[in-house]
């Protein structure tokens, strides 16, 4: 997020990024884990962490680098979310097949 290099657009933008496609492609619709409940958990989390990394941006392009090193927390706390939800949808799918 700090000092990447990188073009802002697929963090800033949730539909933007490869695990939003990837998300769109298989937690929507007809999507293979479309119908875990997970699935929608996930999606919300997703965008959160978004939300999350455009507020901490701004912050550091602000100037405001210590405000904006010090939400780094509240994104590791929403990826853990993350990492649990795909947990649990990986252990369900595996008693689905």
């Not at 492609?25 to 999507?31: F, K």
Request: net charge negative; charged share 25%.
């Amino acid at each position: 997020m700090f000092g990447n290099g990188g073009e802002e657009g697929p963090l800033r933008d949730p539909e933007a990024c490869s695990l939003g496609q990837w998300i769109a492609d298989r937690l929507r619709g007809r999507g293979s884990y479309a119908h875990l409940p997970e699935a929608r958990q996930f999606d919300r989390q997703h965008v959160l962490m978004h939300q999350e990394a455009n507020r901490l941006m701004d912050l550091q392009a602000a100037g405001r680098t210590d405000e904006a090193s010090a939400g780094l927390g509240t994104v590791q706390a929403i990826a853990d979310e993350m990492q649990a939800l795909l947990q649990t949808m990986e252990a369900k799918m595996r008693r689905e097949a």
